[in-house]
């Protein structure tokens, strides 16, 4: 059963910095990877999403890689600013036997300090 | 713009009590999801739905039920509602196919007292 990790759980960097949030799964056979981002109290927001054929996204200050031989995606921010707060997600969606689809990560929650 | 709407933002109940949790796409997707959220236990599938009538069991389907009547709207049923039902529930739809991107809806977080 594909297994999602999500490192560091709890991430505090001061405004301006550059970062990376790292994600990884147990089985490769995905069909595409997502990473959301969620404000307290709120639903999930879709941020970039790469098919298991790409191996990166960008959408502003905010780029995604896949790497499916190793298991692994990266989240790089750049510039993080305070309103780039929340809590980051990604989640490998894959067909398995149970027909499940979207397996998620803990997350990692992120605060950018003024 | 494409959009999933949930029913309520909020919702207090009490234990015993019959819930139901609405969720409406408009972007004709075919595949519909519920999942609830909790401290420290991350999205966990509760059902799913990918067509008109149909629906699967997702990781934790003990004490809710589902229904898909219409393409568009798939509702979460918790029969007797208990205390540890207590959560945050996430509507989401993807379309058909395997590059979907899913989208989720505001989310409920509900209260069973």
């Known amino acids: 059963k594909q297994e999602v990790t999500q490192i560091p759980a709890a991430l505090s960097v001061p405004e301006g910095e550059n970062l990376v949030l790292n994600c990884s799964f147990t089985?490769?056979?995905?069909?595409?990877l997502q990473w959301f981002r969620q404000d307290p109290g709120k639903g999930l927001t879709s941020l970039l999403l790469?098919?298991?054929?790409?191996r990166e996204q960008t959408s502003g200050r905010l780029n995604a890689s896949l790497d499916k031989s190793s298991g692994r995606s990266t989240l790089y921010i750049a510039a993080s600013q305070p309103g780039d707060s929340a809590t980051y997600l990604c989640?490998?969606?894959?067909?398995?036997?149970?027909?499940?689809?979207?397996?998620f990560g803990g997350g990692t929650r992120l605060m950018v300090k003024p | 713009d494409v959009k999933v709407t949930q029913s309520s933002r909020y919702l207090v109940k009490r234990t015993g009590e019959k819930v139901f949790l609405e969720c409406v796409q408009d972007?004709?997707?075919?595949?519909m999801f519920w999942y609830r959220q909790d401290p420290g236990l991350g999205l966990r599938l509760i059902y799913f739905?990918?067509?008109?009538?149909?629906?699967e069991k997702g990781d934790i389907p003990e004490g809710y039920s589902v229904s898909r009547e219409k393409k568009e709207r798939f509702s979460l049923i918790l029969e007797s509602a208990s205390t540890n039902q207590t959560s945050m529930y996430l509507c989401?739809?993807?379309?058909?196919?395997?590059?979907?991107?899913?989208?989720f809806g505001p989310g409920t977080r509900l209260t069973v007292l």
């Open positions: 989640a490998a969606y894959a067909v398995d036997n149970a027909g499940n689809m979207l397996t």
């Open positions: 089985d490769s056979a995905i069909y595409n």
């Open positions: 790469i098919q298991s054929s790409q």
């Open positions: 972007m004709d997707h075919e595949n």
């Open positions: 739905s990918y067509d008109v009538k149909m629906k």
């Open positions: 989401a739809s993807i379309p058909l196919g395997s590059g979907g991107e899913q989208f």
